[in-house]
């Protein structure tokens, strides 16, 4: 099986895509492996994803300016502005220098940045007007992958859960299936 530069940046983007795709609460590099391995595989059979792909994915990665990176978990308490400014900036500098091991152990979170979290999930410009419980529920679905969520899940998290499924079916941000 032969790694060609279209199927590294293929892989790269979808690495982007499933740590975006985990929210606000971030991505380590161990659920990003499962990821690729259930999503990416698929398509890929032939991948498999050793110690050399996953030094590549991570040297892709820690170049990448769409993602931050924080021990685990992400600095959530931290108020000041410039004390969260300081911690990335040192866990950037950091995180040049280690290993895809080294972070898998450490536990490091990705977390995409706003404009690449949205963009996967599909808000754009003429989709901003979203209300804050129709963003939740496309995280909630977008976190649930190929699985999908239940509407009945979603109506005991949401009220009117059935207007904002229907907001959302009606911009393409999400599609309904009956399940069997």
């Given at each position: 099986f032969e790694l060609t530069?279209?199927?590294m940046d293929d892989l790269i983007l979808a690495s982007?895509?499933?740590i975006?795709?985990?929210?606000?609460?971030g991505c380590t590099l161990s659920s990003l492996w499962s990821h690729l391995e259930s999503e990416y595989?698929?398509?890929?059979?032939?991948l498999n994803l050793d110690v050399f792909l996953k030094e590549a994915i991570w040297k892709c990665l820690k170049l990448r300016t769409e993602i931050s990176f924080h021990p685990s978990p992400p600095p959530s308490n931290t108020t000041n502005k410039?004390?969260?400014?300081?911690i990335k900036n040192l866990t950037r500098g950091i995180i040049q220098n280690l290993s895809y091991?080294?972070?898998e152990a450490e536990n490091y979170v990705f977390v995409a940045k706003e404009k690449l979290w949205k963009s996967t999930l599909g808000i754009t410009e003429k989709n901003l007007n979203l209300q804050e419980n129709?963003?939740?529920i496309l995280e909630i679905v977008g976190k649930s992958r190929r699985v999908g969520v239940l509407q009945k899940d979603l109506s005991n998290q949401f009220t009117s859960v059935f207007h904002h499924i229907k907001a959302l079916l009606h911009r393409k941000l999400i599609i309904k299936d009956t399940v069997a």
């Open positions: 530069t279209y199927l982007l895509r499933e975006a795709l985990d929210g606000h609460k595989r698929a398509q890929h059979s032939e410039d004390e969260i400014k300081q091991e080294q972070v129709q963003v939740s």
